[in-house]
Structures are given as C-alpha cells and as structure tokens.
C-alpha cells in the first residue's frame, strides 16, 4: 500500500469532514422554513457526527507519524467535495445540498475502504464504519426531503 497515497487520500477526507461539518452547522442556524426546527436538530446532531469523523481522521494520521492538514485555508483546497454557499436557506435547497455533499463523501470513503482493503484490517473497519454513518446520514436526508414534500402536497 502506497503511504504517501494513503495520508493524502485521507487528509483530503479530514477536509471534507470539516467543510462537511460547518456545512451541517451553518445549515441548521440558517434554514428558514416551517418545519427548519426539526430540521436544525436533525442537522446539528449530523455535525456532530461528522466531527467524530474527523476526530478518527486526524487520530489515524498522526498514528501514522504525520502532521495533518493543519491550516483550514487549506481545506477547500484539498477537499474532494466543492464547498457549495448555500444561498437558498428554504429546508429543500438546505437538505438537497447535503445530500449531494453526501454522496460525494459516500464515494471517498467507498475508494478509501478499497484501497485498505485485505492491507489495514483496522483501519478497513473504521472506514467501513465511517461509510454507514454517511450512507445512513444520507438515507435520512432523503426520508426528510420526501417527508417534506409529501407534507406540502397536501
Ligand atoms: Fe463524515
């Protein structure tokens, strides 16, 4: 397994675990909406998964006698996923821009689990674990936005 390739493939997660996280955050103090209660919630408590994620990143980096991305003007720059402003705070657009950003992510945990795959068992697992947390993050932005929409076509 090539480290270099690794550490890279990984700090760029850690990015975009961070510019997920402050996605989530700012979305649950800007939506607007008669249901952006519920909503802010469910995203806080996302947030907060997702800097859990970043924790084992960054943890698995140093273990492996690395500095990690260290400066965040540097995280758009390295990120996998583009940093979308939200302009549109309505619950819809908040909750479609996180599904989106999702399925980016579900996509680099899916290459980061092949590439560690039957070379780092331990490592495999937590990025297997991270991947369910992100598909499930997924799922329930979607049964929101179809609860959402079934709600206002009533
Ligand atoms: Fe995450």
Redesign the pocket.
């Known amino acids: 397994m090539n480290k270099k390739e690794l550490i890279e493939l990984l700090d760029g997660a850690l990015a975009d675990?961070w510019l997920?996280y402050y996605r989530y955050w700012i979305g649950a103090k800007v939506v607007v909406g008669e249901t952006k209660e519920s909503v802010a919630s469910e995203l806080e408590e996302m947030a907060t998964?997702?800097l859990k994620?970043a924790g084992i990143l960054v943890d698995q980096i140093i273990k492996m006698g690395v500095t990690p991305i260290i400066n965040p003007k540097d995280w758009t720059k390295i990120a996998n996923c583009s940093y979308e402003v939200p302009k549109d705070f309505s619950v819809k657009a908040i909750l479609l821009q996180n599904i989106k950003s999702e399925q980016c992510?579900i996509d680099i945990y899916k290459k980061l689990v092949n590439f560690t795959k039957h070379k780092d068992t331990a490592l495999n697992e937590k990025l297997l674990n991270?991947l369910d947390?992100?598909i499930e993050q997924k799922d329930d932005l979607i049964n929101m936005l179809e609860h959402l929409e079934v709600k206002n076509s009533e």
């Open positions: 675990e997920s998964a997702e994620h992510e991270i947390d992100e």
